[in-house]
């Protein structure tokens, strides 16, 4: 198989030209970088709380629950590249006999995973700072991360007053006892959200910033894709989260320029053009999953038939046919006797540099997302303003 058909997938059929959605989409799903994290501790310490505090309430409920054993469930968003290890049953009564299990469980669970993107990438073990002592249970959790070399962060919850702040103190000694060449000080204490002591005082929401910049240093060098993904999916580090999203669409915008580039070399006459069209939209796809943005069908259709109109890419017919856009074989003739592979290149990169610019545009740095405007035309208009500034 060539290399923009690999690029391409099931996403258009050489045959008729047809570019087809709903597979671009999935198949940009499927490829987005991902993150596992395990997030562990007794039951009721905060964590689906913090889960939601970092990640979004309505996202995480969107999320898919997938009970995988008695103690550990996952959620699952592709969206977000995420997939979140819950541990669940974890009680003060029988607790000797629920850890053996969950401690099974959880080797089992690894010991099944086929590669790297199935086992937790990063750990979070939970701590009720509001607790008399730390309990054996909590020491048990960091081991069995610390066993498996997953890297840890340990997260005191409800640290609202003094009183929390000593048993946090009192607790990092403990747990450095054993741990602390395997935490290096990953220490971190938050109050997920506000706490009403009475009605003049709240204890504000807070910690929860530095438990991403922690967790973001904790991933190991040779876990890029997953710290990235982790950065994309926090809603609460809006910079780093643009950040990270500009800098995947980038490398996306790349590999997808290099697969035009292979399309234009390709040998077959009035070919070339329906393929790097195909190939456009598909990077538009992927850019869009990038940035989380799942505009509907019909906008995205208006969205990539104006894209293609700004560029050379004008001259390749276009019908739409139901959810899928159809550029007709041999439309591309018009343009001569073809693409030259440096022209597909550079093609590709104005357009897919120019769309992660509208894609900035619109982000709303508040929400944490591209909010586009009701009508297409103006993100046309906006986009062919980019194609200009960046020539
Ligand atoms: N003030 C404050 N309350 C918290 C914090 N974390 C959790 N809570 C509260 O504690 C209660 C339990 O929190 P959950 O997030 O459901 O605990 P959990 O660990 O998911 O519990 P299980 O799913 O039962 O294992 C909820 O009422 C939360 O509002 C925190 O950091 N600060
Ligand atoms: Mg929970």
């Not at 009721?44 to 970092?54: C, D, F, R």
């Not at 960091?142 to 609202?160: C, D, G, M, S, W």
């Not at 190991?220 to 710290?227: F, H, L, V, Y």
């Not at 899928?324 to 693409?339: E, N, R, S, V, Y």
Request: proline share 3%; aromatic share 6%; net charge negative.
């Amino acid at each position: 198989m060539s290399d923009y058909m690999d690029y391409l997938g099931d996403s258009y059929d050489e045959e008729s030209g047809e570019f087809n959605q709903e597979r671009a989409k999935n198949k940009a799903l499927n490829e987005k970088e991902k993150c596992n994290i395990i997030i562990c501790g007794a039951s009721g310490v905060g964590k689906s709380t913090l889960i939601n505090a970092i990640f979004g309430k309505e996202v995480v409920k969107a999320g898919t629950r997938k009970p995988i054993t008695q103690h550990l469930e996952k959620i699952i968003i592709p969206e977000k590249g995420i997939c979140l290890w819950d541990t669940k049953g974890i009680e003060a009564e029988n607790y000797q006999e629920t850890m053996t299990s969950l401690k099974n469980e959880f080797t089992q669970a690894i010991d099944n995973a086929k590669d790297d993107s199935d086992i937790p990438h990063i750990g979070w073990v939970c701590i009720k700072a509001s607790s008399d002592r730390i309990e054996e249970r909590d020491l048990t959790l960091v081991r069995l991360l610390a066993e498996r070399k997953i890297p840890a962060v340990v997260v005191f919850t409800r640290v609202i007053g003094k009183a929390e702040r000593d048993f946090v103190e009192k607790a990092k000694l403990i747990i450095d006892e054993k741990y602390k060449d395997f935490l290096q000080g990953a220490y971190i204490s938050i109050n997920s959200v506000p706490y009403e002591i009475d009605e003049d005082t709240t204890v504000k929401a807070k910690g929860l910033e530095s438990l991403i910049e922690v967790t973001e240093e904790r991933f190991p060098e040779g876990k890029k894709s997953a710290k990235n993904a982790f950065l994309k999916a926090q809603r609460l580090e809006i910079e780093k989260r643009l950040v990270a999203m500009k800098d995947g669409a980038r490398k996306l915008v790349h590999v997808a320029s290099i697969a035009a580039g292979t399309a234009g070399a390709s040998p077959i006459p009035g070919s070339d053009a329906p393929i790097i069209a195909a190939i456009q939209s598909t990077m538009i796809y992927k850019i869009n999953t990038e940035f989380e943005l799942d505009a509907d069908s019909s906008k995205m259709t208006s969205i990539l038939t104006g894209v293609m109109g700004v560029t050379a890419l004008a001259q390749v017919g276009k019908t739409i046919v139901s959810n899928a856009l159809k550029f007709i074989p041999g439309a591309g003739t018009l343009i001569g006797a073809g693409i030259s592979a440096t022209t597909a290149i550079a093609i590709t990169e104005a357009v897919g540099h120019a769309y992660i610019a509208v894609l900035e545009k619109f982000f709303d740095m508040e929400k944490g997302e591209v909010i586009f405007p009701e009508e297409s035309a103006q993100i046309i208009s906006a986009f062919k303003q980019m194609l200009n500034y960046k020539k």
